[in-house]
């Protein structure tokens, strides 16, 4: 309720104060910084991290046969720690031959659909989670850099419209908490930026691992706006701007979350 | 399967202070929460954690619906010998997993 109140208050305070435009590069920060020194603490330390538990058992998965080829990732991709070095932070990517953004659970997916001839994963699940986190581990410290894929452009520009566009029965955009007032309080809480550079995270209010996508969908009823199915375009296109938007952050993945 | 993390180290000398620091997979359902059709999700704890030094018991604890998911646990214990640690964790639903580690004491 309380939480509820705080929205509306929000909403009555930023349309006031509108700053149009996004965060600077300098001015760029991880929610890390921001976080409490036990949650900081609980990041630092892979043993701490709950996240290592889908770690490892995405380390077990990689080299696991699965589908109707008995292949493994490790068959075609050999040892994660070098082929996958640096590739989450290139994530989403515009895929030309599907002719839409796919993010890393969905080219996991897809390499299990038509390289292993497995079936999918389903979204959140323990597998795909643990293989994502797996995959992004290796990302981790790695620069985030900003598609250049003129392709990959008009899903940015979607994804900005999507951002900036005002939803929900509270009628906020994405902007208005994480353009306009990053560092401020919401209901104790302090807004961050909300860079995607720890997905997927450990979040505490989750008590669970999460993509970027669960979080999506989590803002969205926040802001009391029906949510997209879970494979709607809307969320690939949000995910690339939301990369975009982070370029020049480093990768924490897998990150913790308050 | 539930995947534990256990964290000791290799090497201590006797009459050091070591920590120990445990992380184990659970989803600590507390029982309070309903589910979709409003009945209670049956509550699913780990209940008790002990930890044996050479089979004598150093360290126990007990849990409550109030412990967050996925617990980590961390204590101290003198090292006394070389030998085995040994870590349960027992529960609702039958959850018993052991794990077990050895120390050398110089």
């Given at each position: 309720m309380i939480f509820r109140v705080c929205l509306a208050v929000l909403a009555i305070l930023t349309a006031s104060q509108l700053q149009a435009g996004e965060i600077a590069p300098e001015q760029r920060r991880s929610a890390y910084d921001t976080m409490s020194a036990g949650t900081r603490a609980m990041q630092d330390d892979d043993m701490a991290n709950p996240a290592t538990l889908w770690v490892l058992d995405g380390e077990a998965l990689w080299s696991q046969p699965a589908g109707a080829t008995q292949k493994s990732c490790a068959d075609c991709h050999g040892d994660a720690k070098i082929s996958m070095k640096g590739r989450a932070a290139r994530y989403p990517q515009f895929d030309a031959t599907t002719?839409?953004?796919?993010d890393l659970e969905q080219q996991i997916n897809y390499c299990r659909r038509e390289?292993?001839?497995?079936?999918?994963?389903?979204?959140e699940s323990h597998e795909l989670l643990a293989l994502s986190a797996w995959v992004s581990l290796q990302s981790r410290g790695a620069r985030i850099e900003a598609s250049t894929d003129p392709a990959a452009q008009k899903a940015i520009e979607a994804g900005r419209r999507l951002f900036t566009e005002r939803r929900g029965q509270l009628n906020l955009s994405c902007a208005q908490c994480h353009d306009d007032n990053w560092g401020r309080s919401l209901a104790g809480a302090t807004i961050p930026q909300g860079h995607p550079n720890g997905y997927p995270l450990y979040r505490l209010e989750w008590q669970s691992l999460g993509s970027m996508r669960r979080r999506l969908r989590n803002c969205?009823?926040?802001?009391?706006?029906?949510?997209?199915?879970?494979?709607a375009p809307e969320y690939d296109d949000l995910e690339i701007y939301l990369m975009s938007r982070a370029s020049s952050l480093t990768m924490e993945s897998p990150a913790v979350r308050p | 399967?539930?995947?534990?993390?256990?964290?000791?180290?290799?090497?201590?000398?006797?009459?050091?202070?070591?920590?120990?620091?445990?992380?184990?997979?659970?989803?600590?359902?507390?029982?309070?929460?309903?589910?979709?059709?409003?009945?209670?999700?049956p509550r699913d704890i780990i209940r008790s954690f002990?930890?044996?030094?050479?089979?004598?018991?150093?360290?126990?604890?007990?849990?409550?619906?109030?412990?967050?998911?996925?617990?980590?646990?961390?204590?101290?214990?003198?090292?006394?010998?070389?030998g085995k640690l040994t870590f349960r964790w027992t529960g609702d639903k039958d959850f018993d997993v052991t794990e077990t580690q050895e120390i050398v004491v110089e």
């Open positions: 002719g839409g953004v796919v390289r292993q001839k497995a079936t999918p994963l389903a979204f969205l009823s926040g802001m009391r706006a029906e949510l997209w199915p879970q494979d | 399967m539930a995947r534990a993390l256990i964290n000791v180290p290799p090497r201590a000398k006797k009459g050091d202070i070591i920590e120990i620091r445990t992380l184990i997979s659970h989803p600590m359902e507390t029982g309070y929460r309903a589910g979709f059709n409003g009945s209670l999700i002990v930890c044996l030094y050479n089979d004598i018991e150093v360290f126990r604890a007990e849990f409550s619906p109030a412990v967050a998911a996925n617990p980590f646990i961390s204590f101290h214990t003198m090292a006394t010998e070389s």
